[in-house]
């Protein structure tokens, strides 16, 4: 068992890890048509129709880290953690914190703001290390707390392409 720190990786789980678009739409300038995504309980009926993306390799890894903590953060609510902790056990994703939506109505990033805003002070001395999401906007939040923010859209490119060292690389150094 590692030892833990205040030192923080943090993954989105949707579009990062997981490939849940079975169960979302998107306009055609390939923006989710949030109205139309199935994001309640009931959409984890669906969720043997996700797939495992290819930066699970990189989790596993941050996880191998010596005094780092892996935090998942997700927009997912409360009607959908029971579900999604089955189905992240199911595949080996097991994370040191896990911050999700509750009841809270805000957009993903106003979210990932204040999830983040909340840690912070619950966990003074916070040293972010890198943090993956699918969204751009994300991404910015990510930065405004100092982390390395790592587009999960081209961290998994890159791996299926062959280029793994190169993700681990510029996450952890």
Known sequence: MK???NNVIIFDLDGTIIDSSARMKFDNAGKE???Y???DATAMT???EDKILALKAVYDEAMLIEQTKVICITARGL???EPTFEYLDKFGLKFDDFL???TFAGGDAVLKNALLEKYCLENPNTNFIAGFDDKLENLEVFKKYGMKAIDANIANNLILDGKYDDV???AFN
């Open 3 to 5: 030892t833990k720190t």
């Open 168 to 170: 681990i690389r510029y």
């Open 33 to 35: 048509i949030l109205e």
């Open 100 to 102: 999700d939506r509750g």
């Open 37 to 39: 995504t199935i994001r």
């Open 46 to 48: 669906m969720r043997d």
């Open 79 to 81: 009607g959908m953690r």
